[in-house]
Each structure stands twice: as structure tokens, then as C-alpha cells.
Antibody, heavy 114, light 110 residues
Framework: QVQLVESGGGVVQPGRSLRLSCAAS????????MLWVRQAPGKGLEWVAL????????YYSDSVKGRFTISRDNSKNTLYLQMNSLRAEDTAVYYC???????WGQGTLVTVSS | QAGLTQPPSVSKDLRQTATLTCTGN????????AAWLQQHQGHPPKLLSY???NRPSGISERFSASRSGNTASLTITGLLPEDEADYYC???????????FGGGTKLTVL
């Protein structure tokens, strides 16, 4: 069955960087767009970034544009999110998903705090 | 990016019908319809419906989605205790080239 496993979260100081990974299995990874969605503690869902199946198209929310980079390795069935210049307001559980939110991982918690 | 508008909370009795709404504009909901997600406390979201009323396999027929103009709706019939959850709508915005979410509706089953 479809499985998405996020990793790479943790506690990081403001201004530092972190890279999240999402290992995918159970579907043809290279055929689908992938996306990151985050959820701050006690808040709603916020879309972060989207990448097309061939990596040719990438889209970002205004709140992360210029700081975050989405990428993928179709040979490894893995999605990435490079997060630079982290801010306190980036604190959230980060989920990966595919296609039109077809399936979700359990999420990885990123805490930005000094 | 402007989000979609959902009522913060809805309360309905057991076995009744709840209709949740999601209002956007012609660039998002009015263009490609909305996806609906259910999230129980402490769990990741689950897709209930996409492009208005396409249900993934395994999703109960008690959940049905529709759209009228720039407003999408999710109707849940025969409410069960396990339907108590947060419900989010989302749509691709052609003008923003971004997915936009609603703020979520907390459904309470009395």
C-alpha cells in the first residue's frame, strides 16, 4: 500500500537550515506531483510547495518563497524540502503528500527556537 | 495568499446530516472545484473527495461533495461519532499558482 515517511525534523535556531525528506513507496513515484503541507501547533493546514513529476515545475507559497526549495530524486523515490533562514513562524508539523492529497505521511515536527 | 472561507464550527446531532461549506472565487473553487480532507486530532489528514465529488476508494458514500459557483459543499449523512473531526477544503488557484486551504471546520456530533 502507499506509504509516505517524512524525516529530518527537529529543533533548530532561527536563521539556520534544515532538510526534510519524504520516502515514498507503494505507487509509481515518478508519475506524480508531490507536495509539502504544514500545520502549526493548534492551527490549520497550510500548503508549502509543489513539484511536478519531472521536477520541471516548482511552486511555493508566498510565506516560504526564496527560503525553501523543493526537490525530488525519482531514482530514490524521495522528496526533499530544503529549508533555509528558518523563522519561529515556520514551526509546524510538515507533511508530504502526492497527487491531489491522495495520501499523507505521519509528518515530521520542525521547531524553530533559540 | 488569500485562503478559502469555512465556518469555524458546526454542531449536529447523531444520525443527522451536516453540510459544510467552503467559499472561494472564480480562480480556485469556481474553476477546478475543491478537495475535502478530514483530520482527527493527532492524525494526518485524509482525503475524502477531490474535484467536487470524486471519492477515493474506501471512503464512505455518506460523504458527498458538490459545487455551486464559487462555493463547494461537503454533505455528511447519518452522522456517526467518528465523524467528529476537523474538515478542510482546498483548491488550486490558477491566478496564484498555489494550493489554497480553508481555515477548517470543526464538526461536533452531539
Amino acid at each position: 500500500q502507499v506509504q509516505l515517511v517524512e524525516s529530518g525534523g527537529g529543533v533548530v535556531q532561527p536563521g539556520r537550515s534544515l532538510r526534510l525528506s519524504c520516502a515514498a513507496s507503494g505507487f509509481t513515484f515518478r508519475s506524480y506531483g508531490m507536495l509539502w503541507v504544514r500545520q502549526a501547533p493548534g492551527k490549520g493546514l497550510e500548503w508549502v510547495a509543489l513539484i511536478s513529476n519531472d521536477e520541471n515545475n516548482k511552486y511555493y507559497s508566498d510565506s516560504v518563497k526564496g527560503r525553501f526549495t523543493i526537490s525530488r530524486d525519482n531514482s530514490k523515490n524521495t522528496l526533499y524540502l530544503q529549508m533555509n533562514s528558518l523563522r519561529a513562524e515556520d514551526t509546524a508539523v510538515y507533511y508530504c503528500s502526492y497527487a491531489v492529497f491522495d495520501s499523507w505521511g505521519q509528518g515530521t515536527l520542525v521547531t524553530v527556537s533559540s | 495568499q488569500a485562503g478559502l472561507t469555512q465556518p469555524p464550527s458546526v454542531s449536529k446531532d447523531l444520525r443527522q446530516t451536516a453540510t459544510l461549506t467552503c467559499t472561494g472565487n472564480s480562480n480556485n473553487v469556481g474553476n477546478q472545484g475543491a478537495a475535502w480532507l478530514q483530520q482527527h486530532q493527532g492524525h494526518p489528514p485524509k482525503l475524502l473527495s477531490y474535484r467536487n465529488n470524486n471519492r477515493p476508494s474506501g471512503i464512505s458514500e455518506r460523504f458527498s461533495a458538490s459545487r455551486s459557483g464559487n462555493t463547494a459543499s461537503l454533505t455528511i449523512t447519518g452522522l456517526l461519532p467518528e465523524d467528529e473531526a476537523d474538515y478542510y477544503c482546498s483548491a488550486w488557484d490558477n491566478n496564484l499558482s498555489a494550493w489554497v486551504f480553508g481555515g477548517g471546520t470543526k464538526l461536533t456530533v452531539l
